[in-house]
C-alpha cells in the first residue's frame, strides 16, 4: 500500500515561501495515471484541495492559489514537492499529500504537517 509522509518547516514567517515535500513509498511517483495531490486544512474550516502533479509531471492549480502555488516533483527520490509564495497568517494550516488514480480524488493520505505562519 502506497505511503506518504509530509516534511518541512512547521513555522514560517509571512511574506516567505513555504515548501513541504512528500515522501513517497510502496509506488513510484511516475506510476501511470496516479495523481499527486496537495491539500490543506485551516483551522476551523473545511479541507481546501491546492494542486496536483500527474504520473507525467503535468501540472493543474486551484484558480484561487494558482499565482502561488508551484508543485514539482523529483522521480530520483520518489518525492513531489509545494512551494507556497508570499505566505500570510491565513495561509495557518495542516498540509497534507495525498494521491488517487483520479485527479480530483486522494485515496491515500501522508499523516499531515502542521505549517504556521508567524512572524
Known amino acids: 500500500q502506497v505511503q506518504l509522509q509530509e516534511s518541512g518547516p512547521g513555522l514560517v514567517k509571512p511574506s516567505q515561501t513555504l515548501s513541504l515535500s512528500c515522501i513517497v513509498s510502496?509506488?513510484?511517483?511516475?506510476?501511470?495515471?496516479?495523481?499527486w495531490s496537495w491539500i490543506r486544512q485551516p483551522p476551523g474550516k473545511g479541507l481546501e484541495w491546492m494542486g496536483v502533479?500527474?504520473?507525467?509531471?503535468?501540472?493543474y492549480y486551484s484558480p484561487s492559489l494558482k499565482r502561488r502555488t508551484s508543485i514539482s516533483r523529483d522521480t530520483s527520490k520518489n518525492q513531489f514537492t509545494l512551494q507556497l509564495s508570499s505566505v500570510t497568517p491565513e495561509d495557518t494550516a495542516v498540509y497534507y499529500c495525498?494521491?488517487?488514480?483520479?485527479?480530483?480524488?486522494?485515496?491515500?493520505w501522508g499523516q499531515g504537517t502542521q505549517v504556521t505562519v508567524s512572524s
Open positions: 510502496a509506488s513510484s511517483i511516475s506510476t501511470d495515471y496516479m495523481y
Open positions: 495525498a494521491t488517487a488514480p483520479r485527479i480530483n480524488s486522494a485515496d491515500y
Open positions: 502533479i500527474a504520473y507525467d509531471g503535468y501540472t
